[in-house]
């Protein structure tokens, strides 16, 4: 090959390799990217802290020892010492992170994808379904965006990292069966299969529907007033983490019988009766501890959920506040609903 040759040769590598890293510099810094490590970052912050209230949660919910927080956490202690307050919290760090990554990240990517159809369906008409000679117009603009993306959100999160909670779940309640993630792993694929990663997917994806679109829809909706009553753009810290507590106490009491039959369907093969589904696992609450047997553990749980979702929301912003720092367009924080 001639001199010219090898430095065309030469230059065209060099041309690629720019051009390929002038992609990875924009694939990283678009918007998206960075929605996604806000919310990862977020997520493990935020479980790193609030690792022994999950412990303690997750054993009332199941019917695991004590019904009451304090017993719980004495018999932890006397069990385990301190690190059993983080017994699963491995697990609960590596399930937390993509799962607060994918659903912060879709949530905002779809409520953005739908304004933005909205404004279009405003100029050329909503979309139409033909049946038979009529056509019907079908009325998305009346749909909240929030609400939507807000569903979305908790579907991504649930089917991507389901097996994560699962396994979570094993090592909380059992520790004697399932002492590692690598045997817990090995265990539920050699005894259940693959099905077994995803034992209680349906009434999870069940319960996750109305509980992720009550909770994105109320923090969007609760941010976005308080910003217009006290006429402001953007929030302090401590209003983040006090309306992000009070999103999560809303969403959480008015889905939390459908938890308390998704942790009973996940956990139930340990205790050698599995009920067949959400109904039979609601009625079996109802049956041997009554209506109230629905809400058992949703003390333990708002203490949990409360500052989990208040201390997210809060990191949450603070990440992204920085991560976009650098972008041209700007960052509405009153978005209208």
């Not at 932890?76 to 399930?95: A, D, F, K, Y």
């Not at 810290?237 to 009973?264: D, H, M, N, Q, Y």
Request: hydrophobic share 40%; charged share 25%.
């Amino acid at each position: 090959m001639t001199k010219e040759g090898e430095r065309g040769t030469v230059a065209e590598y060099e041309d690629l390799w720019a051009e390929t890293t002038r992609n990875s510099k924009a694939f990283f810094r678009s918007r998206e990217i960075r929605e996604f490590a806000s919310g990862a970052l977020a997520g493990a912050m935020s479980k790193a802290v609030l690792a022994p209230l999950e412990t303690i949660r997750t054993r009332m919910v199941v019917g695991v020892g004590s019904r009451h927080i304090g017993g719980s956490f004495v018999e932890i202690m006397e069990q385990n010492g301190w690190p059993g307050l983080w017994v699963g919290n491995t697990i609960n760090m590596i399930r937390i992170i993509p799962t607060q990554a994918i659903e912060l990240g879709t949530f905002e990517y779809v409520k953005r994808g739908m304004r933005t159809a909205q404004e279009k369906w405003k100029e050329d008409g909503c979309p139409k379904i033909q049946l038979g000679n009529m056509k019907i117009e079908l009325p998305l603009h009346l749909l909240s965006p929030v609400a939507i993306a807000g569903a979305a959100a908790g579907i991504a999160g649930t089917l991507t990292c389901h097996p994560l909670e699962v396994i979570k779940d094993r090592l909380t309640v059992d520790r004697v069966a399932y002492p590692s993630i690598s045997i817990a792993f090995s265990k539920i694929y050699r005894t259940e299969g693959i099905r077994g990663f995803y034992s209680g997917l349906c009434p999870t994806l069940i319960g996750m529907l109305p509980y992720s679109t009550c909770y994105y829809f109320m923090y969007d909706t609760i941010k976005t007033s308080y910003c217009r009553l006290h006429k402001k753009k953007s929030l302090s810290r401590p209003e983040l983490l006090v309306i992000g507590a009070l999103t999560g106490l809303t969403a959480s009491t008015i889905s939390f019988p459908l938890e308390v039959a998704r942790k009973r369907l996940m956990v139930g093969a340990l205790q050698g009766k599995c009920p067949p589904n959400m109904m039979a696992a609601l009625s079996e609450v109802i049956r041997e501890e009554g209506l109230l047997g629905m809400y058992r553990g949703w003390g333990a749980s708002c203490l949990k959920v409360m500052p989990n979702s208040g201390i997210t929301w809060m990191f949450y912003e603070a990440w992204k506040d920085m991560l976009l720092a650098d972008r041209d367009e700007p960052r509405p924080r009153d978005e209208l609903l």
